[in-house]
């Protein structure tokens, strides 16, 4: 099965705007094109933003924005990023393929939630496994995944810690391939980039696994709906990942002009809301490295006074008069 994606081009777009409503005397006109600059460079308001730690990265792997991005959080389904590198490294490598068939185990089987309903005794396709874990999220794709590449699910975790020493994310720490809730298990959303990019950039394949929304398997449709794929913002690639502890957390690539941005989102309170945060700091990404112009201000609207109205009154008669 082939699973590629075009590489992309870098370019920067830039824009630029002078105003000159009417002759000004020479020194005025000095004054307001001097100003000129000044706000044209002015940067955008910062996003408001529910989530609890945020990054944004430019085209050059450079800070856009940042909140938080050195706090250790629990990363949820974030984890399969790592699960989806190895595997994608060992097919790469031709240590696996994917079409060959991983037997599920009762332990991969009965993993806890969500699950795409994987049976002990069924022999998979990795590449239905792949899909799992990337489009569906599910946690006995990924059980099942781990065992049937390392032999054994501590393996596969080990080799996950190994990776991540190699590729520079020292506040990463793995407990398991699906990132359900473990007191060992952490990162932040400086090491999610880190790692997100170089999946995208070490493994091609991995591309179209992460901009997928659905795939077939037993004759069931699995499928994700994600509104930052329809949305102009150019989202071309999408992890989720959800639990209580965790809250909800993104890791969102996106192209536009052939650049590509890179975003992480962690502990957004509602599913909606990650979506939203995320949608507003790529607007604020675009507008801050000039690939959008910043929307106009709204002007005030001040309401419309009528006259005073009169206060009801109460006619009152005099006792000597009833």
């Not at 990337?134 to 080990?158: C, K, M, Q, R, W």
Request: some cysteine; proline content about 8%; glycine content about 8%.
């Amino acid at each position: 099965m082939s699973l590629s994606l075009a590489g992309r081009s870098d370019g920067w777009l830039e824009y630029a705007a002078v105003y000159a409503r009417r002759p000004l005397l020479p020194s005025l006109l000095l004054l307001v094109l001097s100003a000129v600059p000044a706000l044209a460079q002015a940067p955008p308001r910062p996003p408001a933003l529910s989530a609890e730690a945020v990054l944004l990265l430019d085209p050059e792997g450079r800070t856009i924005f940042a909140k938080n991005a050195e706090s250790e959080r629990a990363p949820a389904s974030l984890v399969k990023l790592m699960t989806l590198y190895i595997a994608c490294e060992l097919i790469e490598a031709n240590k696996a393929d994917v079409d060959e068939l991983a037997t599920v185990s009762f332990h991969a089987a009965t993993t806890a939630k969500y699950r795409m309903g994987l049976r002990t005794g069924d022999r998979v396709p990795v590449i239905v496994l792949l899909e799992g874990v990337a489009i569906a999220s599910a946690n006995d794709a990924a059980t099942a995944l781990a065992e049937h590449l390392a032999g054994d699910e501590p393996t596969f975790v080990g080799w996950m810690n190994d990776k991540a020493r190699e590729l520079g994310l020292g506040a990463t720490r793995f407990a398991n391939p699906h990132g359900l809730p473990d007191p060992g298990q952490h990162s932040t959303a400086r090491d999610l980039a880190l790692l997100t990019t170089r999946l995208l950039a070490d493994h091609p394949m991995s591309r179209p696994l992460l901009g997928g929304q659905t795939f077939i398997y037993n004759g069931r449709v699995y499928a994700r709906h994600i509104p930052l794929f329809s949305d102009p913002g150019g989202v071309q690639a999408l992890k989720t990942g959800f639990t209580q502890e965790a809250g909800y957390n993104l890791a969102v690539s996106a192209w536009r002009n052939d650049r590509q941005f890179l975003m992480i989102v962690m502990g957004s309170r509602t599913r909606a809301q990650s979506f939203l945060d995320a949608k507003r700091l790529l607007r604020y990404g675009f507008v801050e490295t000039g690939l959008e112009t910043p929307p106009e201000p709204k002007p005030r609207v001040t309401p419309r006074r009528g006259p005073p109205r009169r206060s009801a009154t109460t006619a009152v008669t005099p006792a000597s008069l009833r």
